[in-house]
């Protein structure tokens, strides 16, 4: 099977995109917690629910957001979580898709969490982070060490949409599926009762993208 190495560290959210602590190119690093200035306040109290229905749209070309990825709000409680993805530009190995099974914190920080992800190259990323450790959940890899992995179930190209569901059985683990078909089941939260869920975007080095000509865009609708 066709991989791509991840470089890896802390993601960060809050309750619109900000930048996320967290980079992709053909090495991999050890993880690094990494601070965000945009983050919520602490004295918020509850983080804001994305809506339904309609097309976010978010585009990014400024070479300053090169290396990072960017967070929606919140998007649970998770149970069924499903969306539409599309992205018209950008570096064809940009991921994007969910981030879910954290604490939603009013401060914007997680911790722990699982990632799913594609990209308009036709591969898609499966790992979690648990106490500062990245774990590969489609094949077993070295601790700290993430894949892409090609896969027939992603549409390829710029523009095509792909549909990402996250679903939460009665038994408190996790089942993904990209475009109707199962990629993993019986996946644990990395923390007890994880019930967060957002959409992420990457933007590339500034070697991958072509900024500001080309900017990164990407859109997702939950059904």
């Not at 009665?170 to 996946?187: M, P, R, S, V």
Request: aromatic residues 10%; proline residues 4%.
């Amino acid at each position: 099977m066709k991989k791509i190495a991840l470089v890896l560290s802390a993601l960060v959210m809050c309750a619109a995109l900000i930048s996320c602590a967290s980079k992709k190119e053909e090495t991999v690093e050890q993880p690094a917690e990494q601070s965000v200035e945009t983050a919520a306040p602490a004295e918020e109290t509850a983080v804001p629910v994305q809506q339904s229905g309609a097309w976010q749209e978010n585009s990014m070309s400024n070479t300053a957001q090169c290396g990072y990825f960017f967070t929606s709000r919140e998007l649970g409680p998770l149970g069924t979580v499903e969306a539409v993805f599309k992205k018209d530009s950008g570096y064809e190995h940009g991921g994007f898709g969910f981030a879910f099974g954290y604490e939603p914190a009013p401060d914007g920080y997680i911790k722990d969490f699982i990632r799913l992800d594609i990209t308009t190259s036709g591969h898609y990323a499966l790992y979690s982070l648990k106490g500062g450790v990245y774990t590969d959940l489609v094949e077993t890899q070295p601790a700290n060490e993430a894949y892409l992995y090609a896969s027939s179930a992603v549409k390829k190209g710029n523009g095509g949409e792909n549909t990402l569901k996250v679903e939460k059985k009665d038994d408190g683990t996790f089942t993904c599926y990209i475009n109707g078909q199962k990629i993993a089941e019986k996946l644990e939260a990395p923390v007890e009762g994880g019930s967060g869920i957002c959409a992420l975007f990457s933007v590339g080095s500034e070697s991958q993208e072509q900024f500001p000509d080309n900017p990164v865009k990407v859109s997702f609708k939950v059904k």
